[in-house]
């Protein structure tokens, strides 16, 4: 069967993630296709929406194949600047989608998954989801984008996401700005219906207007004190030492989740998010991102978090091992201009 399912039903345009025993993980060849359809369906007449899910139980997508990342890294390759390249222009053609683009992002969104969803412009949780950028726990950075939905969450609910890893329950992702909408799971069937035979862009609304539902308690509300308190500094040794003196345990808790994480990728990502917060639009946050995402193919923590996460399920070794031993030179180089050249999204 093919990895990406592209079909025409109706006035919708749907894209279904189709490798469901990866978890609907996107390739560079999956990517493409994708541009392919939506650049037609813009110019269909006959199109009024494009709808993306994923196949399976388990959830829309769980990001990029990072087994193919972690073969590049063992070869020397440079495919993945190629897929990024490709990839994040998606993400940003998303963003500026002239047509009602909506993503039912049902169970497990991680990473890529979030970069194919989370810029549309209606994005629809259920109460199964479960959304996040993991990135720090593979020794790599929060990126599709992902600098630009962290830095722009309420306070520092974004630092928190970004530097733990931790995933949004539905609620979370509503207040953070990674979903604009909550429908049973059971509802997306009857949904897409509806946008098969919608001929207005008012009859695409009324038809995700008619399956909202209150998206139930947000854990990251109930605990924006001590998160707004201890992740505004500006350096990853500032935050853990206030989260480790902060009277509530769950900071404390939050501080020895974090030092699992690679500590390059930790500073590297805190400093993105902050470079992100002054940047004015989604662009200029892929552009930075594809800097960064580049330079990381030289670290020894993207190879070795692939093989902990996936490979051999073992216990990632980091180098540096420490927080302290990271310098600011470390990180700046990966903000540095990368020998495949710059990415340009337009203005």
């Known amino acids: 069967m093919s990895d990406l399912l592209i079909r025409r039903e109706g006035s919708l345009g749907h894209v279904t993630l189709n490798r469901p025993k990866a978890l609907n993980a996107i390739t560079r060849e999956m990517v493409g296709s994708i541009h392919a359809a939506l650049d037609a369906w813009a110019e269909d007449a006959a199109i009024q929406a494009v709808l993306i899910d994923g196949a399976g139980e388990r959830g829309l997508c769980a990001g990029g194949d990072i087994s193919a990342i972690y073969e590049a ?5 440079d495919a993945p600047a190629h897929f990024w390249r490709e990839e994040y222009g998606v993400n940003a053609l998303i963003a500026r989608y002239p047509k009602p683009y909506v993503a039912i992002m049902d169970g497990i969104v991680m990473g890529g998954g979030v970069g194919m969803s989370a ?11 479960r959304i996040a950028m993991p990135e720090v726990g593979i020794g790599f ?16 609910l974004g630092t928190y996401v970004g530097l733990t890893a931790s995933p949004m329950n539905a609620a979370d992702a509503i207040l953070c700005g990674f979903a604009d909408l909550c429908a049973p799971s059971t509802q997306s069937p009857a949904l897409i219906e509806s946008l098969r035979h919608a001929s207005t862009a008012v009859e695409v609304e009324t038809a995700l207007q008619s399956i909202h539902v209150d998206a139930g ?4 509300a109930a605990q924006r004190d001590w998160i707004d308190a201890c992740f505004c500094y500006d350096t990853i040794e500032e935050i853990l030492a206030a989260l480790e003196a902060h009277q509530v345990e769950d900071a404390r808790t939050t501080a020895t989740l974090i030092r699992r994480h690679s500590p390059t990728s930790l ?12 940047l004015p639009n989604l662009e200029r946050c892929l552009e930075l991102e594809y800097r960064v995402a ?9 190879r070795e978090g692939i093989r902990a996460a996936v490979i051999d399920k073992g216990t990632p070794q980091w180098s540096p091992a420490r927080i302290e031993d990271v310098t600011d030179e470390m990180v700046a180089r990966h903000f540095r201009a990368p020998s495949s050249g710059d990415l340009h999204l337009g203005p």
């Open 267 to 278: 500073k590297i990502t805190l400093r993105a998010l902050r470079e992100a917060r002054a």
């Open 294 to 302: 580049v330079a990381t193919l030289a670290n020894p923590d993207l």
């Open 73 to 77: 890294t063992l070869s020397g390759s």
């Open 119 to 129: 810029h549309g412009s209606h994005r629809i949780v259920t109460e199964r989801s």
């Open 217 to 220: 308690p947000s854990r990251l």
């Open 141 to 156: 950075v929060p990126d599709v984008g992902g600098t630009y939905l962290l830095s722009r969450a309420p306070g520092e």
